[in-house]
T-cell receptor
Framework: NAGVTQTPKFQVLKTGQSMTLQCAQD?????MYWYRQDPGMGLRLIYY???????DKGEVPNGYNVSRLNKREFSLRLESAAPSQTSVYFC????????????FGPGTRLLVL | QKEVEQNSGPLSVPEGAIASLNCTYS??????FFWYRQYSGKSPELIMF????GDKEDGRFTAQLNKASQYVSLLIRDSQPSDSATYLC???????????FGSGTQLTVLP
């Protein structure tokens, strides 16, 4: 039981390049989330998927797109990376959206030059 | 006003002391509250959650909730150097009740 896994662990991009961050969970959870964490800013929600087949914007969605591929997998895409997107990205999952503990993946450190 | 606010610290306490971490929230509709611990370079992990007014104890950790004052706290008794981490408070907010996190309080326990 791996919990929440993320790939890659670390990535360096040049401005304007694109990439997809992958996330998978094996806990049969309905809800999945993407956060970014910057120093002093805490965790900010980018997008979430309350259940398979649905996605919604969070607090900071600009510059990102997501795909809920199936119940297990939730990907985050940067179409044209910008230095402001340098951050640590965490994927999380929970049983459902309401009053449920979220379990986090190990994170992806992204540096955009 | 941020929906979930924490003192950013840093907070330093000597080993064996009680560490007190505080959090306030603005959404009166919030029913559940979560405390996560995050070691440097690692992902957040849940320490405790609390739904009801009053205290909830789990080992050396006690969460306290006061809904009238919109205040939730975490007490760590007999603090150990291994407790040194950033502690994040979270509460559901918004129309979809997604979790909103505070910016975290960095705790250092000095040997």
């Amino acid at each position: 039981n791996a919990g929440v896994t993320q790939t890659p662990k670390f990535q360096v991009l040049k401005t304007g390049q694109s990439m997809t961050l992958q996330c998978a969970q094996d806990m049969n959870h309905n809800s999945m989330y993407w956060y970014r964490q910057d120093p002093g800013m805490g965790l900010r929600l980018i997008y979430y998927s309350a259940s398979e087949g649905t996605t919604d914007k969070g607090e900071v969605p600009n510059g990102y797109n997501v795909s809920r591929l199936n119940k297990r997998e939730f990907s985050l895409r940067l179409e044209s990376a910008a230095p402001s997107q340098t951050s640590v990205y965490f994927c999380a999952s929970s049983g459902n959206m309401y009053q449920e503990t979220q379990y986090f993946g190990p994170g992806t450190r992204l540096l955009v030059l | 006003q941020k929906e979930v606010e924490q003192n950013s610290g840093p907070l330093s306490v000597p080993e064996g002391a009680i560490a007190s971490l505080n959090c306030t929230y603005s959404d009166r509709g919030s029913q559940s509250f979560f405390w996560y611990r995050q070691y440097s370079g690692k992902s957040p992990e849940l320490i405790m959650f609390i739904y009801s007014n009053g205290d909830k104890e789990d080992g050396r950790f006690t969460a306290q909730l006061n809904k009238a004052s919109q205040y939730v706290s975490l007490l760590i008794r007999d603090s150990q150097p291994s407790d040194s981490a950033t502690y994040l408070c979270a509460a559901p907010s918004g129309s979809a009740r997604q979790l909103t996190f505070g910016s975290g309080t960095q705790l250092t326990v000095l040997p």
